[in-house]
């Protein structure tokens, strides 16, 4: 049922303009608003993040960030077409760092971003740019819906890792001189993350790309990718993380200072953050992890 009611939103989604698109995804967002979707979790998350903000001011943010969800949902089918129509060029613009890529363009590096803006944009808009993009992804419980969106994601070439693949799949890329790119910001079990602080709480935070980074010498850059809510394009920022001071120990070092670069761009867009995930729920030894 789910892979039916997907495939008749991604086929109307697809006959339909950009710009009708786009209002048909902060339409859903706003339904998701009115009928309460992780209301609680939404609420908790910006009471930790943003405790000196009034009720008008985060009632705001949840629905502008539940609309830019929207968004992503809404467009996400259509990434094929614009990569293939050459749109993307018009849509997806690099703002701050092309010197960055120019930089690594012959060596690859660890690409390291958050759910903020539209992260489906970054590896299919660098694609079009002509860098080749490798992306690090959890499989979906229903292979159908799986499928139908590695088919999105890898349609400008882009590879797809699961997270349940072996390691050498991504040593293999970064040898291949591949920009390999990872979400950093979600909640992770204690045994795959390292506590770091974001937005003054200990939040436990995947420490992999910091690993496979030091231990093989890469640059860390990190990304993430705007709605311009005037140009109704997407304005995409790099920002490289310092590592030359840093030896294969130092990855909790590492990793926070890519969550404080994650940390500076949310304050930055609030609005534009999807503060639907539960990301303080893993705790430290002696902590309630009942916070939400």
């Known amino acids: ?25 902060e339409q859903l967002g706003t339904f998701f608003y009115r009928i309460g979707y992780r209301k609680s979790v939404i609420k908790k998350n910006l009471d930790i993040a943003f405790p ?3 009720e008008k001011w ?26 293939r129509s050459g749109e993307i060029g018009n849509i997806f ?20 971003t ?21 992306a690090l992804a959890y499989r979906q419980k229903n292979k159908n819906i799986n499928r139908i969106i590695e088919d999105i994601r890898t349609s400008s070439g882009s590879q797809i890792i699961y997270h349940d693949q ?9 040898n291949s001189n591949r920009i390999v790119s990872f979400l950093v910001d979600q909640n992770t079990l204690r045994h795959r993350g390292v506590f770091v602080d974001f937005f003054g709480k200990k939040a436990s935070t995947v420490f992999f790309p910091a690993k496979v980074a030091l231990k093989y010498k890469k640059p860390v850059v990190f990304t993430y990718c705007i709605f311009n809510k005037e140009t109704k394009g997407y304005d995409f920022f790099l920002k490289e993380v310092k590592t030359d001071d840093l030896k294969g120990k130092d990855i909790p070092i590492l990793v926070q200072r890519y969550t404080y670069e994650v940390e500076k761009a949310v304050r930055k867009y609030p609005d534009q953050y999807m503060w639907t995930h539960k990301r303080w729920k893993t705790r430290p030894e002696g902590e309630s992890e009942n916070i939400y």
């Open 93 to 112: 613009k690099i703002k701050e760092g092309k010197d960055i890529l120019h930089k690594y363009k012959d060596e690859g590096f660890v690409l390291v």
């Open 1 to 25: 049922m789910d892979e039916i009611l997907i495939k008749i939103l991604f086929g109307y989604l697809n006959k339909i303009s950009r710009e009708k698109a786009v209002k048909r995804g």
């Open 166 to 174: 072996p390691m050498r799949k991504f040593i293999e890329a970064l």
């Open 114 to 134: 958050a759910h903020l803006g539209n992260w489906e944009f970054i590896n299919i808009g660098l694609s079009y740019y002509g860098y080749k993009m490798t």
């Open 58 to 83: 985060k009632k705001s943010i949840a629905l502008e960030s539940l609309k830019n969800l929207g968004r992503i949902i809404s467009e996400l089918p259509k990434l094929p077409s614009y990569f």
């Open 52 to 54: 000196e903000k009034d």
